[in-house]
């Protein structure tokens, strides 16, 4: 795209551990090897996504890319994806790489007399995250979250933002020069993919949760005024008849937490009340987590890690506001 002047912000964070030692920060560059792309290329490629998530991609522009899961019948997620177009023939899916082939087979099977082709091209590109100093801005603007740009080969996203440092991703041909900024280490990035308060679907959480249940109404991950899709009268009726209980918060632990950890209230070992989604070391030490728990748990405040005496659970405020009910 011609044109373009690319500069750094100058929005990060930085976290201070109890002894004093300055951790890694949300600022520089990371490469992202946990996440790969499906392509979706053919005259409709465009509708045929369209019918399967819960994004609206039909009237999708070339300049914004969106927040999208891919449910089952039931409206369970089976994946989470940052979606955008590349061309009106062409949209990029970035997911989770430990589902990426699985959801590929799954999605592959609807294809059927629809002019479209899925394929992964993970292994064709080059993704990296980019936080506080090293995110670009675009012609002297801000560059928001949704927003979506092509240029030399590159494709920069905006995401939300984590601990006030904003982020994107930048998608590459392996050959292109790796983006200016610090270095910043996977481990760094994923805290603030937690941090954020957007959670990713990985192996451990398929078919765990509808959309709601982890605020994906609330952050632009679906589209009430689009047509059907697989789950799409689950998390409809869960939207505007007020059946939701659950929510995804973000939480600290001083212990270790993975995906999938089961949380329980302290009077009650026998049924869990929360299951973690996504956790990442918090570099001034202990680790976070976002969480999708029932709603009166959490109001009662007493959360335990794989039992109702295990480790204890502190709820951080979310980073963003809540949808009010539609």
């Known amino acids: 795209m011609e044109g373009i002047i690319i500069q750094r912000m100058n929005t990060m964070t930085t976290p201070t551990s109890a002894d004093g030692v300055q951790p890694e920060t949300l600022d520089g560059v990371a490469l992202l090897t946990h996440l790969g792309i499906i392509k979706v290329e053919g005259e409709d490629a465009a509708k045929f996504i369209h019918g399967q998530l819960t994004q609206d991609f039909s009237l999708l522009d070339l300049h914004t890319a969106r927040l999208a899961a891919f449910c089952s019948p ?24 430990d589902i990426l082939a699985p959801t590929l087979k799954r999605l592959s099977m609807f294809v ?11 292994s064709e590109y080059v993704i990296y995250g980019l936080a506080g100093n090293a995110t670009k801005t675009i012609a002297g603007s801000a560059y928001p979250a949704g927003a979506k740009v092509d240029f030399d080969g590159c494709t920069l996203v905006g995401l939300h933002p984590a601990e006030s440092a904003p982020r994107q991703l930048w998608v590459a041909p392996p050959g292109e020069p790796m983006p200016a900024g610090a270095g910043l280490t996977l481990a760094g990035w994923l805290w603030g993919e937690v941090r954020s308060g957007v959670a990713t679907i990985t192996a451990p959480v398929v078919e765990a949760f509808v959309p709601q249940m982890l605020n994906y109404e609330s952050v ?10 697989p789950g799409q009268e689950v998390v409809a009726r869960s939207q505007f008849r007020g059946t939701l209980k659950r929510r995804a918060f973000v939480a600290h632990a001083d212990v270790e937490m993975v995906a999938g950890l089961e949380i329980f209230s302290a009077t009650d070992n026998d049924q869990p009340v929360a299951t973690a989604v996504q956790a990442a070391a918090n570099p001034c030490g202990g680790f976070d987590a976002i969480i999708s728990g029932q709603l009166s748990a959490i109001e ?4 335990h890690l794989g039992g109702s005496t295990g480790a204890k659970l502190q709820i951080l405020p979310l980073p963003y506001a809540l949808l009010d009910d539609i």
């Open 220 to 229: 632009g991950g679906v589209n009430f005024k689009k047509g059907c899709y």
């Open 112 to 122: 059927m007399r629809a002019k479209a082709r899925l394929s992964d091209v993970t």
């Open 300 to 303: 009662d405040g007493s959360l």
């Open 74 to 97: 039931k409206g369970r997620m089976l994946a989470s994806f940052i979606g955008f177009k590349r061309s009106n023939n062409e949209i990029w899916l970035i997911c989770s790489r």
